[in-house]
């Protein structure tokens, strides 16, 4: 419990995990200022997010990348630590254009970091993913397995965790939480936000979903030729809720250790192929989800889930919403969105 109220800097907060994890602060008692390009988001998000807690968070619409504009927020508000979501995170695209996943993911990182040390604030969560483990050499997968990438993203995700256990060993008072999110689906249970993919989805839930809408005709399953129970691709599907929270934990944790470098994964420790996925969402929906196997999707692993022990043991914090439950909340958020291309604008 905190006794005044203290304010986190939400980079990337208009997003998917940012809006919900700015949700899950503010009932937490914290002070929330979002900034944010809107490059992948909508700032109706903002009205979204004030009539589920019944306060609006502070927004500042601008770039990462823009250093006077951070040493301006860092002047002009009080901020106690930074929630860092900024960034892109289309694995294909990363592909297409690398030099603007370098420039936002880790040249922006460097900048607000930069900025951080000039204003001495010195505690930042920041969003890592799974695909730092590359392919699995065993399962689940531990914090201490071995970090590769095979694209662009993932080498963007890996500099930065580099970059901040650098400057984390360089200058005393850094509280650096690494946060390793698995596959966040769902959204909040008010309708109100979501996951708002723009264009055709890359991620299968999203797809999934505008399938059961009519918007889009079958699922594509990328291969059912995998060394898994049936075939198709198995992954750790975590409630977007649950790494909301798991967010709020790493920060108190952070809060109440010293020259903190924490490293979790965020996961739920359970595997769900890609057909258990649509005959899960088509339950919650009561839709037919048409799909039709296809080739392989190049880069895909086979299959990967956390160990959630690190967490548990260090944050107190473990993912409690069930399979059903992240199906019917994606469900009724896409049902709220109305079919249309509502998408980041
Ligand atoms: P998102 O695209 O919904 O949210 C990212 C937000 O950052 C958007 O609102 C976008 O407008 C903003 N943004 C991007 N570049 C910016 C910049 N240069 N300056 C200011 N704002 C900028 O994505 P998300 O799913 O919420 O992901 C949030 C973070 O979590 C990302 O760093 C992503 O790499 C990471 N992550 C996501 C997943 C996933 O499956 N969604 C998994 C692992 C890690
Ligand atoms: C899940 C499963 C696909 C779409 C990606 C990024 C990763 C992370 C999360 C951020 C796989 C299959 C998918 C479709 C399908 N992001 N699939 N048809 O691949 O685990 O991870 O997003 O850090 O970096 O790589 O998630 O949702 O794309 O795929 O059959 O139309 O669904 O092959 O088995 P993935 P995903």
């Not at 592909?95 to 922006?108: I, R």
């Not at 009519?214 to 075939?231: I, K, L, S």
Request: aromatic share 8%; net charge negative; charged share 20%.
């Amino acid at each position: 419990m905190i006794t005044e109220k203290e304010t986190v800097l939400v980079t990337g907060g208009a997003g998917f995990i940012g809006s919900h994890t700015t949700v899950a602060l503010q009932e937490a008692g914290y002070r929330v200022l979002i900034l944010d390009n809107l490059c992948n988001s909508d700032v109706a998000v903002l009205d979204a997010i004030a009539e589920i807690t019944g306060e609006a968070p502070g927004f500042i619409e601008g770039d990462i990348r823009d250093r006077a504009l951070l040493d301006e927020v860092f002047a002009n508000h009080r901020i106690d630590a930074v929630m860092h979501f900024a960034g892109l995170k289309a694995v294909g695209e990363s592909s297409a254009e690398p030099l603007s996943y370098y420039d936002n993911n880790v040249n922006g990182s460097l900048q607000l970091l930069q900025a951080m040390q000039r204003a001495s604030v010195r505690t930042i969560v920041f969003s890592s993913s799974a695909t730092v483990y590359g392919e699995p050499q065993s399962l689940p997968l531990t914090e201490s397995h071995p970090r590769s990438a095979t694209n662009p993203y993932g080498h963007t995700k890996l500099v930065v965790e580099e970059m901040l256990e650098s400057l984390h060993a360089s200058e005393a008072g850094w509280r650096v939480a690494r946060l390793r999110y698995f596959n966040p689906i769902g959204a909040h249970g008010s309708g109100r936000i979501g996951e708002a993919p723009q264009g055709t989805p890359n991620n299968l839930l999203p797809y999934v979903a505008q399938v059961a809408t009519g918007r889009r005709t079958e699922v594509q399953v990328f291969g059912a030729d995998y060394d898994t129970p049936d075939g198709t691709g198995v992954r750790d599907y975590i409630h977007v809720l649950d790494l909301a929270d798991g967010h709020v934990a790493a920060l108190a944790y952070c809060r109440r250790t010293h020259n903190e470098l924490l490293t979790v994964n965020l996961g739920t420790g359970k595997g769900h192929s890609v057909l258990e996925m649509i005959a899960a969402f088509e339950q919650a929906s009561g839709k037919q989800v048409p799909y039709k196997i296809v080739a392989r999707r190049p880069g895909d692993i086979a299959q990967c889930w956390a160990d959630t022990e690190k967490a548990y043991r260090l944050l107190g914090w473990r993912a409690s919403r069930t399979l059903s439950e992240m199906c019917e909340d994606a469900w009724r958020w896409e049902q709220s969105r109305g079919g249309v291309e509502a998408a980041g604008k």
